[in-house]
């Protein structure tokens, strides 16, 4: 006869298998290196390391160097999405940075807390102190007005404390050369000696900027305004602008206004130096026309305008032009060639990469 299996025990068919191996965690972290060229800075050369959920909490640490001809960034950042299971979100900066401009160079050593709260799906409030140890070098080569009825802005270092607020709405669909969505943002930050602070100045900024399709085109807008001055509202103190030349507003980059230097735009003092305004005022606009959608490449045509503005002096830009732009993996590349409607000599602006 046949043998027949024991009551009571399974089939050899139905003995559960032995579990697979548990895979071991894939990393999370990230390294990247990579380099860059733009029509400021020259040569630029960057990398980050950063790990988005630090021993599994979620948590973000990032450590970044970004070096160029005319600044040096060495930055050390944490961010808690959710501090001690709250709503808020902790962000903390550590950095070294060094930006040179015509005729001084400003080198700062410090830290920043930011305090966040998004209270809805695109719009997030936040708080923040700003602590800085600030150098300032002037360029000796570059020489300084001495005339009382003209001074240049003060070369001020030391502490720089400050406090900030502002609110944002972001509804783009990513961070670099959005397609479609609207950022809308605006913030105030005040440095005085109740805090502390060697420097003395309010500051605002707002921005917005909207993109949307239109056909196969996308049609990009652009626009700011940020003004700097003494929280006790005067422009001269002991016979100097008050406000130090290292805070005062320039043109950040030659893609603000294109087709214009942003070391020789402004307002000038006695000797024709560039000293900054204490307003700064810019628009865009931007006709997208993809050419190869599979890479992201794109051509474009543009008009800027801005200008900045300071007590009794103006300096003012306008250009059109057109570019190319890509959409490449490490970032925007965006070639743009202006004619400033001045009849200033028009030219190629240049960028590789993204800021920081």
């Known amino acids: 006869g046949s043998i027949q299996p024991m009551p009571g025990l399974p089939e050899l068919g139905d003995l559960p298998h032995d579990p697979p ?38 948590s973000l640490l990032m450590m970044h160097a970004r070096i160029s001809a005319k600044r040096q960034l060495f930055l050390q950042r944490f961010v808690d ?20 401009r015509y005729g001084f160079t400003r080198e700062a050593a410090g830290g920043s807390l930011t305090l966040s709260h998004r209270f809805a799906k695109h719009t997030r409030a936040f708080v923040g102190y700003r602590l800085e140890d600030v150098k300032v070098t002037s360029d000796a080569s570059v020489p300084r007005t001495i005339d009382p009825t003209n001074p240049s802005p003060p070369l001020t270092s030391g502490i720089l404390s400050a406090l900030r ?8 669909d990513r961070s670099g050369a959005p397609l479609h969505g609207t950022v809308f943002g605006t913030s105030a930050e005040i440095s005085e000696r109740r805090l502390g602070s060697d420097f003395d100045f309010i500051r605002t900024d707002t921005w917005l900027q909207h993109h949307r399709p239109i056909g196969p085109f996308t049609l990009h807008l652009s626009g700011s305004l940020s003004t700097i001055g003494s929280p006790s509202y005067s422009t001269i103190e002991y016979g100097r602008p008050q406000v130090a030349l290292s805070e005062r507003l320039f043109l950040g980059s030659s893609q603000e206004i294109r087709g214009y230097d942003p070391d020789s735009f402004g307002p000038i003092d006695a000797l024709g130096r560039p000293i900054g305004g204490n307003a700064k005022l810019l628009g865009s606009v931007e006709l997208e026309a993809p050419l190869v959608r599979r890479i992201g490449l794109s051509a474009f045509g543009f008009a800027d305008a801005g200008g900045l503005f300071t007590s009794g002096q103006h300096r003012v830009g306008r250009s059109v032009g057109f570019g190319l732009l890509w959409r490449s993996p490490i970032g925007p590349l965006k070639l743009s060639w202006a004619l400033p409607l001045d009849g200033t000599k028009p030219g190629f602006v240049f960028g590789f990469g993204t800021g920081f």
Do not use: C, H, M, N
């Not at 999405?81 to 040179?100: M, N």
């Not at 607020?165 to 783009?172: E, K, L, P, Q, R």
């Open 165 to 172: 607020a502002g609110i944002v709405y972001d509804s783009t």
């Open 81 to 100: 999405p959710d501090l001690f299971g709250s709503p808020f979100a902790l962000g903390v900066d550590l950095y070294v940075d060094k930006r040179e």
């Open 21 to 58: 191996p548990v895979p071991p965690p894939k990393p999370s972290g990230t390294f990247s290196i990579g380099a860059g060229f733009s029509s400021d800075e020259s040569f630029i050369a960057a990398a980050t390391i950063a790990q988005p959920d630090l021993f599994g909490t979620g």
